[in-house]
Structure formats: C-alpha cells, structure tokens
C-alpha cells in the first residue's frame, strides 16, 4: 500500500478531515478542563463512598445496552454509508434510514426499561455489594441512571447524522453546553440542602434531557430528520443484520468493562470501584483526545470506502490508527511516571488503587484504540458476520480470565492486564481478517503503522524515565517529565512517524499562520 503525498489525495477532503479536527481539538480541550474540575467538585461533595456506589450501579445498567450500542453503530453506518453511495450517483433514501433508526430506538429503549425494573432490580438489591446505609439511594441511581440511558439512545441517531455530515462545529457546540451543565450540576451539590447523591442523580437526567432537545433542535436543518416517522422493513432487516453480528464485539467490550467493574465489586466493594471509576473517568478523556481525531477521519473511511477509492482508504486507516497511539502515548508516559503527584493535584485523597488503575486503563485504550480504524474499515464493508464472530470471541477472553484470577486472589489490577494482552494479540487478528476479507495488506500496516508507532514510544520511554530517574520527587520533577515526554514524543514523531507529505503539510500550515 503506497504512501500518498497530500498533493495526491483529494484536497477538499483532506482540508475538511483537519477543520473538523480543529473543531472536536477545541471541543476536547474545553472537556478536558471542565471534566477534570467537575470530577473534583463531585469528590469533594460526594465523598468516596457515594461517589463508588453510583460508579457501580451506572455499570449494572450500563450492561443493558449490549444490544442498543450495537444498532447505534448500524444507524451511524447506513447513514454514512449512504451519503457516499449518493455522492457517488446512488439514490440512497437517508430520511428512511433515520427515520427506522428512531423508531428502532424507542422500541429498544422500552425494552431497557423492562430489564432494568426487573433485573437490574433483582441483581442490585439481592446480590451486589452495596452498604446497607446506601442502598435506598442506589436505587435511586439506577432509576436514575436508567432514564439518562434512554434518553441517549434516542438520541443516537440524531447524534450520527451530525457526524455523517461532519458538521463538527455544532457537535463540539452541543458537547461543551453538556460539560457546562454538568459543572452546574456539581457546583450545587455543594449548596444542595437534600440527599447529595439522590441530587446528583435526578439533575444528571435533566442535563440529559436538556441535551436531546438541543440535537433535535439543531438536527431540524437536515431533510431526513424532518416529517413524520416511518418504518421500513428491509432498512430494518439490513440494520438489524448488521447489529445482529455488531452484537458480539459491543457484548465483548461491555463484558470487560462493565462486567469486570460488577466482578471488581463482588470481590473487593464500592471502595475499588470508585478508583475504577477515576480511571474510567481519565481514559474517557484520553479517549476523548483521540476521538477528536478519529471523528473527522471515520466518516471519511467509510465513504471513500463506498466510492471504491480504496487506496485512500487504506492509508486512512493506518493515519488513524498511529496518530491514535502516538495522541494517547502524550497522556500515557506522564502517569506512567507520575501518577500519584498528577492526581493528587487533580482529586487531592484520592481513593486507593486510583494511582495504579489509572496509567494501566491508559495503556488499555491504547492498544484498543490502535486498532479501531480496522474495525471502521471492516464495518463500511457492510460484511462483519465472520468478523465480528472472530474479534468477539476472542476479546471476551478477558472478562472470564479476569474472573478467574480475582477468585485465585490476584490483585483488582490484573483485569487491565489481562485487557491489554488480549487486546494487543487482537490487532494481529484484525488484520488477518481483513486480509482475507478484502485484501488489505498487514504488510504494509506493519511497515507504515506498527514500526513507526515502535521508533516514537521506545525512545520517549528511555528518555522520560531517564529525567524521572535523575531528579528528586518534586513538583520540578513532574513538570520536567511533562517537557520531556511532550518533547520527546513531538520530535521522534517528526523523525520516525510522519511521511513526508505529512511534513510538508505541517510546514505549510505553519507558514500559513506565521504568515498571518
């Protein structure tokens, strides 16, 4: 697969995958701050036993969107798809394709609500590891947290159509007025005079409400969300085939997320959870870091992939996949090195295991997240039932190997692991599969990605942890670890990451602003 200078892609392309870039960066940066500070605020007026009960109860429903999160990926597939295959010359009827997602939504949404008043329930009073003082309020999180659920899904298909159209300026807009409100949420926990967790409960579902009438407002400027509502048969047979497979990785990831986090809970209480849940909360903004990213870039792989330019494609799959890596390793070696000082500056006392869990959940999404890009390349092909039946196998190893060490009494720790084991030996199986799917070159991938991303992170390991190992604890030292992983990473990207395109690109773009 040949490297393509900039000058040979499509210029119109490659100038909107960066504008958009730009739009979720500002997006993310905003998140970012106003994430860490709520989380904070939500500590400090929580406390940690609160603060661990709502992390492990939002999981016992969060395992309920197996099925949803599956047709979610379909809707924002078919809809994307579909504009491509009309740019194309197609007469894909997107407005059908909405409209059935909605409907199929609300259908499931109803199905959600049945299973967690029933249950999740049963499994919350009955078997989970909740302090007798706290359990009322539980239950008020998970009626709670159900509701936001459902609120969400409904807005699925809204939230995929604006990403379709790649109008990312709105999509950061509505994503910072949702952190906003949710500051404002955390800022009255402090003056709240009621039950601060049944408090922070009830206004998380008013913000999400709040947040689906934004998107449904915004989303009226597109024809296909207009009109009433219809329901096609064969869009929903199509869809349902397509999340039918999707089922298997989306019951894999929640399994050794969520899964583990209901185990974790069953073996060491709501203590660990609240540590597990600050190491979600930093790898959602990690996460989010990347995502901005790869936002602009999947909408693109998808419709390239529909319009036959399949060397475009392809090399925008190995960009998203080492620019995800080398975007994540900026968060990575900081708490590799510094994790205790960086949180004790972020929550103050901080839970025990947050230390460990944190920079362990960072290396996790990196070696899932590196290959994500092949899995959007195997879902634009519309042909996942083999792949989906491989990967999902294969990664639902984690969730029972987890178990199994817990139950030999290994350490809460060993479940991130386990996840980065597995996940890692999976993007091996990623490109077998494509390989023999649709021909795409693991080769290349190895050559153009995987060697690449090696020369960045090896060399920024030795010289961060040489800086750590040289100066004394200090808050001197952790600003000199930032300078010198930041650096680092930044100039053996520049030698070893980048194709010369790429550099060219980046010094034009420079010039252009210098100039200005």
């Not at 009955?126 to 409904?154: E, F, K, S, T």
């Not at 817990?406 to 599969?433: D, E, N, W």
Request: positive net charge; charged residues 15%.
């Amino acid at each position: 697969m040949k490297t393509s200078s900039p000058e040979t892609l499509p210029s119109d392309r490659s100038r909107r995958i960066a504008r958009n870039t730009v739009f979720l960066y500002f997006r993310m940066f905003l998140l970012m701050a106003i994430g860490l500070f709520t989380s904070r605020v939500v500590l400090q007026a929580l406390g940690k036993t609160d603060v661990g009960v709502y992390n492990a109860v939002g999981g016992v429903v969060m395992m309920f969107t197996v099925v949803t999160n599956s047709l979610s990926t379909a809707i924002s597939r078919f809809l994307t798809y579909g504009m491509g295959e009309r740019d194309a010359g197609g007469t894909t009827d997107l407005r059908t394709v909405f409209s059935t997602g909605v409907v199929v939504e609300l259908i499931l949404s109803g199905i959600i609500f049945l299973l967690v008043e029933t249950v999740g329930l049963w499994f919350l009073n009955g078997h989970y590891n909740i302090p007798p003082d706290r359990l009322g309020a539980a239950n008020w999180v998970m009626q709670c947290a159900m509701l936001v659920l459902v609120i969400n899904l409904v807005s699925v298909p809204f939230n995929a159509v604006i990403i379709a159209h790649e109008q990312m300026r709105a999509f950061a807009f509505i994503s910072i007025v949702e952190a906003v409100l949710k500051l404002g949420v955390a800022l009255l926990l402090s003056v709240s005079g009621f039950d601060k967790l049944k408090t922070y409960a009830v206004l998380m579902v008013a913000v999400a409400l709040a947040v689906r009438g934004i998107y449904a407002a915004y989303c009226r400027r597109f024809p296909e969300c207009r009109g009433r509502l219809v329901f096609d048969r064969e869009t929903f047979r199509k869809m349902t085939g397509f999340a039918g497979w999707n089922f298997f990785g989306s019951a894999s990831y929640l399994c050794n997320t969520q899964g583990v986090n209901i185990v974790t809970n069953l073996y060491f209480g709501v203590a660990v959870n609240a540590a597990r849940g600050y190491a979600v909360q930093v790898e959602g903004i990690v996460r989010q870091f990347v995502t901005s990213f790869t936002t602009a870039l999947n909408p693109q792989i998808t419709k390239s992939y529909a319009e036959g330019r399949r060397s475009y494609c392809y090399e925008l799959v190995c960009k998203g996949a080492k620019y995800s890596w080398l975007l994540m390793l900026l968060f990575a070696l900081p708490f590799a090195f510094e994790s205790d000082r960086l949180l004790t500056l972020w929550l103050g006392d901080y839970p025990a295991y947050t230390d460990i869990f944190v920079p362990l959940a960072i290396v996790a999404n990196m070696v899932d997240m590196f290959g994500n890009s092949l899995a959007m390349l195997a879902m634009a092909t519309g042909e996942i039932r083999r792949y989906y039946l491989i990967v999902g196998g294969f990664t639902f190893l984690v969730f029972p190997v987890s178990w199994l060490c817990f139950a030999l009494g290994m350490p809460p720790q060993t479940a991130y692991v386990v996840y980065i084991i597995v996940y890692s030996l999976l993007v091996g199986v990623k490109l077998l599969i494509l390989k023999g799917q649709i021909g795409f070159p693991p080769a290349e991938f190895v050559r153009e990605t995987i060697w690449k991303v090696l020369a960045v992170t090896v060399p920024s390991v030795l010289v961060t942890g040489l800086v750590w190992f040289l100066l004394p604890a200090s808050i001197w030292r952790l600003l000199a670890v930032l300078a010198a992983s930041t650096g680092s990473i930044a100039l053996f990207s520049w030698l070893f990451a980048a194709t010369p395109g790429e550099r060219a690109y980046a010094l034009s773009i420079l010039r252009k602003y210098t100039r200005k």
